[in-house]
Structures are given as structure tokens and as C-alpha cells.
């Protein structure tokens, strides 16, 4: 099967700035995003664990702002670059420990509880998946309007940490990851990733032989845009994924499929005897010399992803994790769209990584904030120049 090669593109709408994170980053929090989040925040009640104690945050709590969301998802962007043990050591004022000038922009006890109140769908929204899709599948809309994968692209399997009860976490002990959610992300030449959201599979096969596992991944191939005629998409994929009856099926459709095998997978036997036979020019074991494959734009995106995380695990909430994951990987992406848009004009990057970029966005969403914010229920204000 013969596909012609054709690179990657990426297409920023007209009014972006590649060089200012914060046009990148209202890309994906849209104005109706963000008021979406505000209405369904207002309306989450949280009764306290304790009614007797008049002081308690749930008690004190009074409707957020659109300005105050941005402060708030400031901060949070603040907390993956500046690591520390608990949340409440960014507002200690204990000596021999870091100052953090974020943190006059909203009180401590108003952020833990804007944090445990955030919510994308209503309270009548079940289930960690469904609470998450306005944001998932606006983030997977806005990846396939900007970016145009090549022909070469990835799709593997990840988890999103989650230590708490959930019926839809899973425990793979060998992963470095090991108990939460499945998703299948994609990347391509750029580890963009071009679809996101946690799948769960499809009750229908992937045509005759396939499983539900191989279904996701044609349904990531489908949704990407259609090449032009004689182009294609050549997929490299791991063993989770290949079968000798699914290669078939997906070629019957256009898709070009590369991947490892299981030796008692089914292919043919001649590749097992050369396999044996074939022991000249190894790499000696424990070295890395390249990624054989495009499949390490999948590993890239990962390794983008892990740095400045936030180190934070959720027990509670399974939503939140997933959200927290979209999040991430959302300021990855507009940190990649900045740093291989391809713009005409002279660029005037001031980022030389992904730390400074997000620096630069956590200046721009406080001054975005212009209006008052309200800090605590005796109606004391901060206003934000």
C-alpha cells in the first residue's frame, strides 16, 4: 500500500497571535466556555461536613465571577511550575519558606473551595466522562481546526492517574501509571495531540475480527480530515491494537497500519524464523540510539505533558482528574502551536520554554482580570491593575 507523503499544518484563526499565550490559551477557554463554567459553579451546592461550624468554607461561600476564574485557573497554572508539598504552603507565611506573589490575587480558603466547586456539566450530569464532554469535545474540535496531521501519526493508549472508587477506573499493574482512567490520545509529526477524549470503546466491532479496542482507533482515523486523492494516513500502533485481521480491514478503508506484534499473534511464521536468524547489527541492550518509528510523538506529547503536572492526585471525583488531564494537555498544545506556528511576519518570542510560556500566561489571564473581585463574604476587594 503506497500512501504519497504530505507534512503537517498547523492553521491558526485569523486575530491570533502565535507569540501571546494568552490569545493561544482563550482559544480553547472560550468567553462561552468560561461563562459555562461560572453558571454551572453557581449553581453546585455543598452542604459542610460540619453544620455547627459557622466559619466553615462551604458556609461562606457566594457566587464566583468570570474575572475570578481567570485568577483562579492563573493560579493553577502557577501551581505546575512551582511544585510544593500541599496547597496551603503557597499562603504560609512560615520562614525558610518560598513567597508566592500569586497568591494576593484570591485568599486560600476562597481557592480550595472554588477548587472543590468547579464544575463544566450540572449537578444532574452522572458519571466522570459525561461531566467533562463540553470541555473535551470543544478541546478535540479546536485541535482539528488547527492542526492538520500528516500522513505519519500515532495512536497509543494512556491512563489518567485516579486513586479513588470508580467504576470506570482500570489497573494495569505494569504501567508506570497504574490504576485510573483509559484514554487513546493521537499525535502526530508534532505531538499535538489531534483527539483527546477518555474512550471507553464501542459496543460494535471494528469490522470482521476486530474488537472493541481496535474500534477506538478507527474511530480516531475517521475523524480526522480527509487527504486528498492518492494521499492517506499511515498508523503506527503497539500490540495492544494489531491483528493480521484488522491490518486487513483497515487498509480495505484507506488507513495504512504499522505496528508490533505478539509472535502468536498470527503472522507469518517465515518472519518468526528470520527474526530468530536476523542477530547481526543489534543494538546492544540498555542503549537508545532513535525512536524507530513516529510513535515517539506519542511519547514526546507524554513527556510534555508530565513536566510541571502539578504533582496533585485526585481521590475524590473522578471528573476532576480527567479535567485536570484535558487542562494539561490544553497548555501543551497552545505551547506547541506557538513554538511551530509558521508566521510570515518577524516572531517575537519571549518563551524558550514551556515553564517561561506558561509564566507569560499566568501574567496575561491577572491581566485579563481588570474587574473586582470579590474575596471574602465581608465584601473585601482586590482590584486587579
Known amino acids: 500500500m503506497k500512501l504519497l507523503h504530505f507534512p503537517p499544518e498547523i492553521r491558526l484563526p485569523e486575530g491570533i497571535d502565535a507569540d501571546d499565550p494568552l490569545h493561544l490559551?482563550?482559544?480553547?477557554?472560550?468567553?462561552?466556555?468560561?461563562?459555562?463554567?461560572?453558571?454551572?459553579?453557581?449553581?453546585?451546592?455543598?452542604?459542610?461536613q460540619d453544620e455547627m461550624r459557622p466559619f466553615a468554607r462551604a458556609l461562606q461561600w457566594y457566587d464566583t465571577t468570570v474575572s475570578e476564574l481567570y485568577i483562579y485557573f492563573a493560579i493553577r497554572i502557577y501551581m505546575t511550575y512551582n511544585i510544593?508539598?500541599?496547597i496551603s504552603d503557597y499562603w504560609?507565611?512560615?520562614?525558610?519558606?518560598?513567597?508566592?506573589?500569586?497568591?494576593?490575587?484570591?485568599?486560600?480558603?476562597?481557592?480550595?473551595?472554588?477548587?472543590i466547586r468547579v464544575r463544566i456539566a450540572g449537578n444532574k450530569v452522572s458519571g466522570p466522562y459525561k461531566r467533562v464532554d463540553t470541555l473535551s469535545d470543544h478541546a478535540q474540535d479546536m485541535n482539528l481546526s488547527v492542526y492538520v496531521p500528516g500522513r505519519d501519526l500515532a495512536i497509543d493508549e494512556c491512563m489518567i492517574r485516579y486513586e479513588g472508587n470508580a467504576k470506570e477506573a482500570t489497573t494495569v499493574p505494569n504501567k508506570p501509571t497504574p490504576t485510573g482512567f483509559k484514554h487513546m490520545p493521537g499525535a502526530g509529526n508534532s505531538p499535538v495531540d489531534t483527539k483527546t477524549p477518555p474512550e471507553l470503546g464501542s459496543s460494535k466491532r471494528s469490522g470482521k475480527g476486530g474488537n472493541?479496542?481496535?474500534?477506538?482507533?478507527?474511530?480516531?482515523?475517521?475523524?480526522?480530515?480527509?487527504?486528498?486523492?492518492?494521499?492517506?494516513y499511515h498508523?503506527?500502533?503497539?500490540?495492544?491494537?494489531?491483528?493480521?485481521?484488522?491490518?486487513?480491514?483497515?487498509?480495505?478503508?484507506?488507513?495504512g497500519v504499522t505496528g508490533t506484534c505478539r509472535t502468536n499473534s498470527g503472522i507469518v511464521k517465515?518472519?518468526?524464523?528470520l527474526k530468530k536468524s536476523d542477530k547481526n547489527d543489534v543494538i546492544p541492550w540498555g542503549q537508545l540510539w532513535s525512536y524507530p518509528t513516529i510513535d515517539g510523538a506519542i511519547d514526546e506529547a507524554d513527556?510534555?505533558?508530565?513536566q510541571n503536572s502539578g504533582l496533585r492526585e485526585v481521590r475524590r471525583g473522578g471528573h476532576q482528574a480527567i479535567e485536570h488531564w484535558i487542562f494539561r494537555l490544553i497548555l501543551v498544545n497552545c505551547y506547541l502551536l506557538a513554538k511551530r506556528a509558521k508566521v510570515e511576519e518577524l516572531r517575537k518570542l519571549r518563551f524558550r520554554s514551556q515553564q517561561e510560556f506558561r509564566r507569560l500566561l499566568v501574567e496575561g489571564l491577572i491581566s485579563k482580570a481588570k474587574e473586582t473581585i470579590v474575596r471574602s463574604p465581608k465584601k473585601r476587594v482586590a482590584v486587579v491593575s
Open 92 to 115: 504560609s507565611d512560615k520562614k525558610f519558606i518560598a513567597y508566592h506573589d500569586i497568591t494576593q490575587y484570591m485568599a486560600r480558603d476562597r481557592f480550595q473551595e472554588l477548587h
Open 270 to 273: 517465515e518472519l518468526l524464523e
Open 25 to 48: 490559551f482563550t482559544m480553547y477557554f472560550t468567553p462561552e466556555i468560561i461563562q459555562t463554567i461560572v453558571d454551572k459553579t453557581n449553581q453546585y451546592e455543598r452542604a459542610p
Open 212 to 232: 472493541k479496542t481496535q474500534a477506538v482507533v478507527l474511530k480516531l482515523l475517521r475523524r480526522l480530515p480527509l487527504p486528498l486523492t492518492g494521499y492517506g
Open 303 to 306: 513527556h510534555l505533558i508530565a
Open 235 to 255: 498508523c503506527f500502533l503497539d500490540n495492544l491494537f494489531i491483528s493480521v485481521k484488522f491490518v486487513s480491514f483497515a487498509r480495505s478503508q484507506g488507513f
Open 84 to 86: 510544593q508539598n500541599e
